[in-house]
């Protein structure tokens, strides 16, 4: 009596002969040789437009789709794979004595294994200029249609989305004379749910910002998703989290771009706080146009300069604060060359992240084994998502950046052409500090430095202090920067007693008048901003 067998479970060792393949792919990477492999065992390789002509051409024996389902490929190609003769030959359960009899009735023939990888969507989305149409033609319907069939079915059917897994599998075809085992038609089932899953979300996040379906496709970044879809696949697993008690992975979304894609040019294996801190570095040093050179510890800022020359911009900032940067994190915003690496050597650091490293920088950080080296392709991110408890909170990036024309004045005294180029220093660095946040920063040999920073304190005025007492370099002539406006006097009042000259803060408060008297009292030069920079995680 044959078992009718309704669910899809098996054990391990339930091996699957392939006798027949169903090969449909955009990215043909790997593709032949593939083939290849499956064509020693006897498989009958059947394929569909560019896939079978790339078949043929690598003189391998393969049948078209439609002397399969005995139907032509139509309407450009939409239509090739939607067919009975396609889906049944997936869908059919093997020992399932109803399906075998349907299939054979309706001279169905059994696809043991279905290698599929879907039309780049997401690639032609993100082309500049591309045209609406050409969006939705890059819709891929027949691919997800038998990764999904072949992934339900896959006790007895393997799914192959991936170029990657093509060697393993060669390997096990060949350890079990042209089969494969349940575990691995299960991982494979698995990694082919989680591919049609984000190509999905990919087409629904893509369709939900386009403005005008017609003409060039305009995708609109103005307003907030009406639904978050965050597919990320498993990039790494990391050896913790912020602590050695918790577990921790990195998860990237494969544009290349960004911290999380950033390719790894030497030492040990980046951490949970590693990748943190130089989110957080390559963030502030990407403000400056100028040579930039920022020393990040535990997210904040612990020295911030811009300069002529790399080195010159690194030692400056080294130089404000050169017992914090001991172990901290480094972001260089051009190419770190020779001279620059010759010097940042001396200290230690736990990491570097530039656009590109010269080989004779390469050279000289080699000695140093240990020292991660981290290549970075900029990201233009436009939201910021943050997990809580129960959900996500989701805000548009901030991008803003203010010119000196944008500055109100509120003091009698006007700043000097440095102190406003100083001011709008500060501002920049500020924004990037944790809040309450008070930076003071100078204008010295025609570039930016900071000079003391007053990172996430409880009390404005308390950052104030703080950041006075970290100073390093000399306060006397410095600016001071407030990420939100001074509620009272007192914090202003501070900054001035320790040495600055000039404050720049957003402005608002409902003590502004008092605020703006002891500016005045004080002869320190004041600019409003408009804007408040908090950063509160």
Not at 131 to 160: H, L, W
Request: hydrophobic share 45%; net charge negative; glycine share 8%.
């Amino acid at each position: 009596m044959i078992e009718h067998r309704t669910d899809s479970s098996a054990p391990a060792t339930d091996l699957r002969p392939i006798r027949r393949a169903l090969l449909s792919v955009t990215d043909k990477t790997g593709l032949v040789e593939f083939a290849r492999v499956l064509s020693s065992y006897g498989v009958d390789l059947v394929s569909t437009g560019g896939t079978a002509r790339a078949l043929r051409e690598a003189g391998l024996p393969v049948r078209d789709i439609s002397d399969l389902t005995g139907f032509p490929e139509m309407l450009d190609g939409r239509v090739k794979t939607l067919h009975p003769k396609v889906h049944g030959g997936i869908l059919h359960i093997r020992n399932n004595a109803e399906h075998v009899a349907s299939v054979a009735e309706h001279e169905i023939e059994s696809i043991d294994m279905v290698v599929v990888n879907l039309y780049a969507f997401e690639k032609t989305s993100q082309r500049p200029g591309v045209a609406f149409a050409d969006v939705i033609e890059n819709i891929d319907i027949g691919g997800p249609s038998m990764v999904r069939s072949a992934a339900k079915n896959f006790a007895d059917v393997a799914i192959v989305t991936s170029a990657a897994d093509y060697s393993l599998l060669a390997e096990e075809l060949a350890a079990n004379s042209g089969s494969l085992s349940h575990s691995t038609r299960w991982r494979l089932a698995k990694a082919a749910f989680a591919v049609t899953a984000a190509y999905d979300a990919g087409i629904a996040t893509a369709l939900e910002s386009i403005e005008t379906p017609s003409g060039a496709a305009v995708f609109s970044q103005e307003n907030l998703p009406t639904t978050i879809r965050v597919i990320d696949p498993l990039s790494k697993t990391l050896r913790y989290g912020e602590n050695p008690h918790q577990k921790a992975a990195l998860y990237t979304d494969g544009s290349g771009k960004g911290v999380a894609n950033a390719k790894q040019l030497q030492g040990k294996e980046l951490s949970y706080n590693n990748i943190v801190d130089l989110d957080a570095c390559w963030e502030l040093v990407s403000e400056f146009d100028e040579p930039a050179a920022v020393i990040i510890k535990h997210t904040n800022p612990c020295g911030a300069s811009t300069g002529a020359t790399m080195v010159e911009a690194y030692r400056r900032a080294l130089e404000a604060d050169p017992v914090s940067a001991f172990g901290g994190v480094i972001g260089i915003n051009r190419e770190v060359d020779a001279p620059a690496a010759e010097e940042i050597a001396k200290l230690f650091v736990e990491a570097i992240v530039a656009p590109s490293f010269t080989p004779e920088a390469l050279e000289r950080f080699s000695t140093k084994k240990n020292l991660r080296l981290i290549e970075i392709l900029p990201a233009d991110s436009h939201r910021v998502l943050k997990q809580v408890s129960g959900g996500l909170l989701v805000q548009d990036a901030d991008r803003l950046r203010l010119s000196e024309a944008e500055l109100q004045v509120v003091s009698k005294r006007k700043p000097s052409a440095e102190e406003l180029r100083a001011l709008l220093f500060a501002w920049r660095v500020c924004k990037h500090v944790k809040s309450n946040a008070i930076v003071y920063a100078r204008f010295n040999e025609g570039h930016g430095q900071t000079v003391g920073v007053g990172a996430g304190q409880m009390s404005r005025v308390d950052a104030a202090r703080f950041g006075a007492m970290k100073a390093v370099l000399p306060l006397e002539g410095s600016v001071a920067a407030s990420d939100a406006f001074f509620p009272f006097a007192d914090g202003l009042e501070t900054v001035a007693r320790a040495g600055a000259t000039a404050v720049i803060q957003p402005g608002g408060s409902m003590r502004d008048a008092e605020v703006i008297e002891a500016a005045d009292r004080l002869g320190v030069a004041m600019v409003f901003t408009g804007v408040r920079h908090f950063r509160h995680g």
